[in-house]
C-alpha cells in the first residue's frame, strides 16, 4: 500500500494506471495457466471441411458448406467462461489460369461469433453477416451452426464462358477479435491456432 502510494505521488497518473492494468493481465494469465483445466496446454483445436457443393439455379451459383469445428481445450475453457469466440468462414471463386498466377474473382467472409450465456445455461451463435442467432443448449450443436454456410449466393450473373474457376473454402478462428489476457495466451499457444487449410475444387459448369 506504502509503495503503491509513493508511486502515484511521483508519477503521472496514465502511468500508474498502465502499471495497474499490466499487473492485472499478467495475475489473470497465472491464474489461467495454472488453473486445473489446463488452458494454457491441451488437445489443439481442429477446423475442417465435413461437406460442400455447389448449383446453379438460372445464371446464380450458390454454395452449401459445413466446417467440423472442434476447440482446443482452452478455447473450450474459455467459452464455458463466457469469453466470445469468432469464426470466419472464407469462400473465394478463382479464375484458373493456364499460364499465370489464378486470380480471385469473387470473395466473401462469413463470420460467426459463439457465446455462452450462464443465465440461459445456452450458447449463442450469432451470424454476422446475416444479423441473425440462434440458441443451443448443447455446445455440439452450436458448433455444427457456427460452421455452416447456407444457400450463399456466389454471383447473380453467369461467370466468364472462356475461363475456368475453382472454388476455395477455409475457416479460421479469429484469434485477434479475443479479449486481450486471452489473446496472449492464443499467442503463446499452438493449440490456439485454428485454421483449417484451403480446400479447392473446381466448379462445374
Known amino acids: 500500500m506504502f509503495a503503491e502510494a509513493r508511486l502515484a505521488g511521483t508519477l503521472p497518473v496514465s502511468w500508474v494506471a498502465a502499471l495497474i492494468r499490466r499487473r492485472a493481465v499478467v495475475l489473470l494469465l497465472s491464474a489461467v495457466c495454472c488453473s486445473p483445466s489446463q488452458v494454457c496446454a491441451g488437445h489443439p483445436g481442429i477446423i475442417k471441411l465435413e461437406d460442400a457443393h455447389t448449383w446453379r439455379i438460372d445464371d446464380g451459383e450458390y ?110 478462428l479469429d484469434v485477434e477479435s479475443l479479449p486481450t489476457p486471452v489473446r496472449l495466451i492464443a499467442y503463446i499457444s499452438s493449440d490456439w491456432n485454428m485454421v483449417s487449410k484451403w480446400y479447392k475444387w473446381q466448379l462445374v459448369r
Open 63 to 172: 454454395l452449401e458448406a459445413q466446417f467440423s469445428i472442434e476447440l482446443s481445450s482452452g478455447a473450450e475453457e474459455a467459452v464455458r467462461n463466457a469469453v466470445p469466440l469468432l469464426f470466419e468462414l472464407q469462400v473465394q471463386v478463382v479464375e484458373i489460369h493456364t499460364w499465370l498466377w489464378d486470380s480471385v474473382d469473387i470473395e466473401f467472409t462469413e463470420q460467426r461469433q459463439l457465446q455462452y450465456h450462464a443465465l440461459s445455461e445456452s450458447y449463442q451463435v450469432k451470424d454476422l453477416n446475416a444479423g441473425t442467432q440462434g440458441n443451443y443448449s448443447r455446445l455440439d450443436d452450436a458448433l455444427r451452426a457456427a460452421g455452416k454456410i447456407k444457400n450463399m449466393l456466389l454471383t447473380e450473373q453467369p461467370l466468364d464462358r472462356g475461363p475456368d474457376y475453382s472454388i476455395r473454402l477455409r475457416g479460421s
